[in-house]
């Protein structure tokens, strides 16, 4: 009996020998904690996962690619090729019913500035085609615009301005316009890479203005946004 009970004690050392080997290897392929890893490293070890675009009007688990989602006109896309600069998108309004991109033209160069100040217009259909966009020389030539002043002036050098023509204090936009607005914004997040979440208006990031107007819906646009004919060209 004496034996057995050797045998057992025995066994029960080699037991535990083994076990705080399998403890210390263990421990020894933990990281030691006062080594900071690179952060490029533990980036790149990250596994791909899809682009999520969370919309109101479209499911979160949707994954849907910014870059290659819509196309736009032959003019949306500057001939020196698309600046990096470009992180968001700014609605106005022209808060007058009539007048021309030209006629806009004329009133910012006598308020000082080189130029008509928004990247793009589109008409409402008194003195402008209903919702036909008029691509500004600021876009042809990737440059700042003059639309959203606020300290340290971000909007205006990285953010893209689009303008609806007419008073949307009064009265909302035209169908066209809408459809237009949508249109003209898919592509840019598509060519720019950021999505609706930065789409913005004037008045929201200021809150100094009633710019884009109390008729201009934000959510109009996004449910426009979301419609099937710009997730794709047949």
Same mark, same amino acid.
């Given at each position: 009996?004496?034996?057995?009970?050797?045998?057992? !004690?025995?066994?029960?050392?080699?037991?535990?020998?083994? #076990? !705080?080997?399998?403890?210390?290897?263990?421990?020894?392929?933990?990281?030691?904690?006062?080594?900071?890893? +690179? /952060?490029?490293?533990?980036?790149?070890?990250? *596994?791909?996962? *899809?682009?999520?675009? =969370?919309?109101?009007?479209?499911?979160?688990?949707? /994954?849907?690619?910014?870059?290659?989602?819509?196309?736009?006109?032959?003019?949306?896309?500057?001939?020196?090729?698309?600046?990096?600069?470009?992180? %968001?998108? $700014?609605?106005?309004?022209?808060?007058?019913?009539?007048?021309?991109?030209?006629?806009?033209?004329?009133?910012?160069?006598?308020? #000082?500035?080189? &130029?008509?100040?928004?990247?793009?217009?589109?008409?409402?259909?008194?003195?402008? /085609?209903? #919702? @036909? $966009?008029?691509?500004?020389?600021?876009?042809?030539?990737?440059?700042?615009?003059?639309? !959203?002043?606020?300290?340290?002036?971000?909007?205006?050098?990285?953010?893209?301005?689009? %303008?609806?023509?007419?008073?949307? &204090?009064?009265?909302?936009?035209? +169908?066209? =316009?809408?459809?237009?607005?949508?249109?003209?914004?898919?592509?840019? &997040?598509? =060519? %720019?890479?950021?999505?609706?979440?930065?789409?913005?208006?004037?008045?929201?990031?200021?809150? @100094?203005?009633? !710019? *884009?107007?109390?008729?201009?819906?934000?959510?109009?646009?996004?449910?426009?946004?979301?419609? *099937?004919?710009?997730?794709?060209?047949?």
């Amino acid at each position: 009996m004496v034996r057995n009970i050797l045998i057992v !004690c025995a066994g029960l050392v080699v037991l535990a020998a083994a #076990g !705080c080997a399998e403890n210390q290897s263990v421990l020894s392929a933990l990281p030691d904690p006062s080594v900071r890893p +690179d /952060p490029a490293q533990r980036a790149a070890a990250l *596994p791909a996962r *899809p682009l999520l675009i =969370q919309h109101p009007y479209r499911p979160l688990w949707q /994954p849907m690619s910014v870059r290659t989602v819509a196309f736009g006109e032959p003019d949306w896309m500057p001939t020196i090729g698309l600046s990096a600069r470009w992180t %968001c998108i $700014v609605v106005h309004h022209s808060a007058s019913d009539k007048g021309t991109p030209e006629s806009m033209d004329q009133s910012h160069r006598q308020r #000082g500035w080189d &130029e008509l100040g928004y990247h793009f217009v589109i008409g409402n259909g008194l003195g402008y /085609p209903d #919702g @036909k $966009v008029y691509v500004g020389a600021r876009w042809d030539k990737q440059k700042h615009g003059a639309h !959203c002043k606020v300290p340290g002036n971000y909007y205006n050098e990285h953010g893209i301005g689009i %303008c609806l023509m007419g008073n949307l &204090e009064d009265h909302p936009p035209t +169908d066209a =316009q809408m459809q237009a607005l949508a249109h003209l914004v898919m592509y840019l &997040e598509s =060519q %720019c890479g950021f999505s609706y979440d930065r789409v913005l208006t004037h008045g929201g990031i200021t809150g @100094k203005t009633l !710019c *884009p107007g109390r008729y201009f819906s934000t959510n109009d646009l996004y449910r426009r946004i979301s419609a *099937p004919m710009y997730a794709s060209r047949k």
